[in-house]
T-cell receptor, first 111, second 115 residues
Framework: GENVEQHPSTLSVQEGDSAVIKCTYS??????FPWYKQELGKGPQLIIDIRSNVGEKKDQRIAVTLNKTAKHFSLHITETQPEDSAVYFC??????????FGTGTRLKVLA | GAGVSQTPSNKVTEKGKYVELRCDPISGHTALYWYRQSLGQGPEFLIYFQGTGAADDSGLPNDRFFAVRPEGSVSTLKIQRTERGDSAVYLCASSQSSSGVGELFFGEGSRLTVL
């Protein structure tokens, strides 16, 4: 079955710097890749997603890139702010309801 | 409108006891999911409902776990003979998508602690 690996597990950046989180997946049939942000005591919330027919997608300070050949995708956050501090999860799906999540990255933005 | 509501937010029980966790999805969402999140891990798929029926329960770890959604709205996750290894946050999510792909709206979870 699908396996999703996520790195790094923790990431500290200075406010205003960029943050990059990387994920790899194993199932070449995966075609949908969402990213979720989870704040303490809350459920995960979708922040951006990408489908396999697109190589890059951007939404304000957040962007996701996908390399299907290498089977990896990345989340890029520019101009980080303290409110970006949270745990971020990548996920992969073969186009069905079953999402396989990575193990998460705890991002700390230092003021 | 209201988001996904889960009750209780916290449940402490003793090993061997029975527990029920409730999920009230966003009104009109036909798809409902249960995930389990252990400390420091990502959500792990348990079961998926499309309407009233369990379309896929392959993620349930064993037959002590069971979930229902009798009227296609509220769902209950039931755990019999709880074990310490069942301790985790149980997340419920709902979605408008009939295909399953699309944004999942998660509740805040029910934290289960088995002593």
């Amino acid at each position: 079955g699908e396996n999703v690996e996520q790195h790094p597990s923790t990431l500290s950046v200075q406010e205003g710097d960029s943050a990059v989180i990387k994920c790899t997946y194993s199932d070449s049939a995966s075609n949908y890749f969402p990213w979720y942000k989870q704040e303490l005591g809350k459920g995960p919330q979708l922040i951006i997603d990408i489908r396999s027919n697109v190589g890059e997608k951007k939404d304000q300070r957040i962007a996701v890139t996908l390399n299907k050949t290498a089977k990896h995708f990345s989340l890029h956050i520019t101009e980080t702010q303290p409110e970006d501090s949270a745990v971020y999860f990548c996920a992969a799906s073969t186009g069905t309801y079953k999402y396989i999540f990575g193990t998460g990255t705890r991002l700390k933005v230092l003021a | 409108g209201a988001g996904v509501s889960q009750t209780p937010s916290n449940k402490v029980t003793e090993k061997g006891k029975y527990v029920e966790l409730r999920c009230d999805p966003i009104s009109g969402h036909t798809a409902l999911y249960w995930y389990r999140q252990s400390l420091g891990q990502g959500p792990e798929f348990l079961i998926y409902f499309q309407g009233t029926g369990a379309a896929d329960d392959s993620g349930l770890p064993n037959d002590r776990f069971f979930a229902v959604r009798p009227e296609g709205s509220v769902s209950t996750l039931k755990i019999q003979r709880t074990e310490r290894g069942d301790s985790a946050v149980y997340l419920c999510a709902s979605s408008q998508s009939s295909s399953g792909v699309g944004e999942l709206f998660f509740g805040e979870g029910s934290r289960l602690t088995v002593l």
